[in-house]
């Protein structure tokens, strides 16, 4: 399990597996390589340097295959949040975790 934060440093939750989970325990994204799709295989953002979120401006013309999320897990405990990096021209902050439902 792999902690993960948005690019603004807030703390949304975790990678397991090929999974991406809300730190309150919800099944929101998979994983294609770096790349995250939603349930209806649609671009949702990627992962950079190592635990941040970030989304390309525009989204992605590539899709995934869609999915049925899993059963809502046990919260967790999140961690502190960071302080943001610079955003890079073409990008935008991911989505925090209380925006997925």
Partial sequence: MD??????????GYRDGDHLWTY??????RF??????DRHGR???EVMNDNRLIRRKGGS???SSSF???????????????????MYAGYEDFPGPELFS
């Fill in 3 to 12: 902690w993960l934060w948005t690019w603004s440093g807030k703390c949304f």
């Fill in 24 to 29: 309150d325990g919800r099944h929101v994204g």
């Fill in 32 to 37: 294609s390589g770096d790349t995250i799709y």
């Fill in 43 to 45: 671009y949702l953002g």
């Fill in 61 to 63: 013309s590539v899709r």
């Fill in 68 to 86: 049925t999320p899993w059963a809502k897990r046990a919260a967790y405990a999140k961690y502190a949040n960071y302080a943001g990096y610079a």
